[in-house]
């Protein structure tokens, strides 16, 4: 009896990967649809600006449903405006595989970042259905709210919340800069589903993969097409207030000064060195936001706000670094008479992929003849979250020059294309359950 299960199951096997050879990625049709979605934008081409919740932003989801429902999936969105698109399989009680990005864009940033993720998985999905494929797991797009901080100060938001690494009552608190709470925006975008109904069990998901453009020159410098990730750096988010003591530029000395610029621009510097303080290379901090008031020429600043940026592959290194800040923020304020405080937005551990996904990959990627290098990816992910209740991995494509965020952003055609390509078979591979050879 085992012989002849053995060998029903060889013919399956060998009928599929044969289904599978004939696997065709459309690259014109993603840059395409690349494209449509960057003309969804509150800047000029060739940059990208897709704020949360923004009508900009709700325009790109509206187009993003339409390409699910066209690809054949069920489309459903939670609370926090997570969008979902499934592919019900043979046997849907089982967990799903997942795949997803984001297409929220910074300010003035590229078209790629997020977004090939969440296109290329719609292409992923309608290449296996057009050679006829039929998963066991059903197979779920997810496109993740606010991966970017940009709107509410914390990144990775639908994730977070989708993952119970944010609360209802946290996501409650927070606000935009114009005041108004993720609450009240979210309602006025159209969601108003119960919040406490976002979050889901560990377990829910088979696995996780997302496919990403790198952000970084490695896999460009080393001539390779795909790098498989195989963990994800230890972020934090700082933000620190500096209250000081205003007055006209030219009427107040310099001796009696308790300017808070001055005082941030000390910090400033204390937040470079607290990278170099590890000794590590993978130790970065960057002062990437600063408010100051009241922003006249000729008025001194009287009070600074402040988000610092903290990174390392390593959670001891990233701690350290963060308590280097706060030992010289306490330092600059008394020696400067300045009040300042700080407060912890973030402070996330780092992730480490799949050991049995990353298996996966790697034939996968041997099959269809894809040299790739395996990387640690600096810039975290709505992957980092998913690692909570599921194996995770990365897909990464290069970009030029390593550009990220800024309107060069650019991933050539064929290199989208490969990893569309791989995706569609790592969630072929894994949604099906033939035994592990």
């Known amino acids: 009896m085992g012989k002849v299960v053995h060998d029903f199951w060889h013919v399956v096997l060998e009928s599929w990967e044969m289904t599978l050879a004939n696997l065709q990625i459309d690259q014109d049709r993603v840059v395409e649809e690349l494209e449509k979605l960057a003309t969804f934008s509150d800047a000029p081409e060739p940059a990208v600006t897709r704020i949360l919740f923004s009508p900009t932003e709700l325009a790109a989801r509206a187009y993003i449903r339409q390409l699910m429902r066209d690809a054949g999936l069920a489309v459903r969105e939670d609370g926090v405006g997570n969008i979902f698109g499934r592919w019900t399989g043979a046997q849907p009680d089982l967990p799903p595989v997942s795949t997803g990005s984001h297409i929220d864009a910074i300010p003035f940033s590229g078209r790629f970042d997020g977004t090939v993720g969440v296109l290329g998985g719609v292409e992923a999905v309608r290449a296996l259905k057009q050679v006829g494929f039929q998963p066991e797991r059903s197979i779920e797009l997810i496109m993740f709210t606010s991966e970017e901080p940009t709107r509410f100060g914390l990144g990775c938001l639908g994730s977070r919340a989708l993952t119970g690494s944010l609360a209802p009552d946290q996501l409650a608190e927070l606000q935009d800069d114009k005041g108004r709470s993720f609450v009240e925006v979210r309602n006025s975008a159209g969601y108003q589903q119960n919040l406490n109904e976002v979050a889901i069990k560990p377990g829910a998901y088979d696995a996780f993969i997302e496919l990403h453009i790198e952000q970084g020159p490695r896999l460009e410098q080393a001539n390779l097409p795909i790098g498989l990730v195989t963990s994800i750096a230890a972020p934090a988010t700082m933000r620190v207030t500096l209250e000081g003591e205003g007055g006209h530029a030219g009427a107040v000395l310099m001796p009696g000064r308790r300017d808070a610029l001055a005082a941030a621009s000390e910090l400033i510097l204390a937040v470079e060195q607290a990278a170099f303080s590890t000794g590590r290379r993978d130790s970065v901090a ?124 650019y991933a050539s055609p064929l290199q989208i294309q490969r990893g569309v390509r791989l995706l569609a078979q790592t969630l072929a591979d894994i949604s099906s359950n033939y035994p592990a050879n």
């Open 286 to 409: 960057t002062v990437g936001l600063m408010q100051i008031h009241p922003g006249a020429v000729n008025s001194i600043p009287s009070h600074i706000v402040m988000e610092i940026d903290i990174r390392d592959t390593a959670q001891a290194p990233r701690d350290s670094m963060v308590a280097f800040i706060q030992a010289a923020l306490e330092k600059i304020g008394k020696k400067r008479q300045i009040e300042a405080s700080i407060e912890i937005l973030n402070a996330d551990p780092p992730s480490q992929s799949g050991a049995d996904l990353l298996k996966v990959m790697r034939k996968a990627c041997d099959k269809l003849h894809l040299e790739y290098m395996e990387l640690v990816s600096r810039a975290y992910h709505d992957t980092l979250f998913m690692s909570k209740i599921c194996p995770t991995a990365m897909i990464f494509i290069p970009c030029k020059n390593g550009y990220s965020h800024r309107p060069e952003e």
